[in-house]
């Protein structure tokens, strides 16, 4: 498979990171019960059966371009990674925790991904992720699915515990992935990191989207990334918890920035009549 694969990437100029599994290439046919195409029609090969490192290749998109772009539904497989990580640790490390690791259940590793361990649940609000720094996350919380450290439990069918919130509590800023040395807006956003459907929240709490960028040099470290958004109205209502808004005002996936630079998400709001003037609204596209 190594061979094959090396003689198609030199004889047709193809990167890693546009070679893809079966799983990611197969679309469903929409019936009576998925009214949408979805991913994951095929899994062969697939997530558990198929390294990407040991096929020699060393890139591959963080989330799933064609989700984001809406040429299919989301689904469950939004965001299947491959199991195999994409950079490369020290090998008698990266051994030594693998070992340790995998023989824990439901505790994520070099080769047990959320996938892995929750199937289509991996980012349903009942299934809790509890990370080695002792802080949690439901699955409906994460944004960014590449930057789950090995260790992490998973912990599915129940809600975070009275304790897991209080040490989560301190967390004032949705957690968003954040451009660094080396992590670049292509590796975050892949094809649409120059797209107006994606936004860049530089430290100064500034927004600049994707297609509005043309010295991509200047685009400072520790910038947050929101992919696949777009900005709509800031909400207006008398009702204290919103009850009266649409659901999209008061969504984990929508973002607020406000103009005392903090940002919350939606479901973080708690008084929708209190929200200041100049308050900028992100919500994902669906």
């Known amino acids: 498979m190594k061979w094959l694969l090396d003689v198609l990437k030199k004889r047709y100029d193809i990167e890693d990171r546009n070679i893809l599994e079966h799983y990611r290439v197969a679309y469903s046919v929409p019936n009576r019960f998925h009214k949408e195409r979805l991913r994951g029609r095929k899994l062969d090969p697939g997530i558990g059966n198929f390294d990407r490192l040991k096929a020699g290749l060393r890139e591959e998109p963080s989330e799933d371009p064609d989700v984001i772009a809406g040429r299919i539904g989301g689904g469950a497989a939004t965001l299947m990674p491959a199991s195999a990580r994409l950079d490369s640790p020290d090998e008698e490390t990266e051994e030594e925790e693998t070992v340790q690791v995998a023989s824990i259940p439901n505790v994520i590793s070099t080769t047990q991904t959320a996938w892995k361990i929750a199937g289509d649940q991996y980012k349903a609000s009942t299934t809790v992720y509890y990370f080695p720094d002792g802080t949690s996350l439901r699955g409906d919380q994460i944004q960014d699915w590449s930057h789950i450290p090995p260790k992490t439990e998973v912990r ?13 509590q ?7 992935p954040e451009i660094s040395a080396s992590l670049s807006p292509w590796k975050i956003a892949n094809a649409l990191y120059n797209s107006s459907f994606t936004f860049y929240i530089y430290p100064d709490v500034t927004l600049h989207a994707g297609n509005r960028i043309s010295d991509w040099s200047k685009v400072p470290f520790g910038s947050k990334v929101l992919v696949a958004y777009r900005q709509i109205s800031a909400p207006r209502t008398r009702n204290r918890l919103g009850e009266d808004l649409e659901d999209i005002y008061l969504a984990p996936q929508t973002i607020y920035l406000f103009p005392d630079h903090s940002i919350k998400s939606g479901d973080q709001i708690e008084d929708f009549t209190r929200i200041p003037a100049g308050t900028r ?3 994902k596209v669906e």
């Open 281 to 283: 609204v992100l919500a």
């Open 156 to 168: 599915m069918g129940g809600i975070q515990s009275a304790a897991s919130k209080e040490i989560s």
């Open 170 to 176: 301190p967390r004032t800023e949705v957690v968003l």
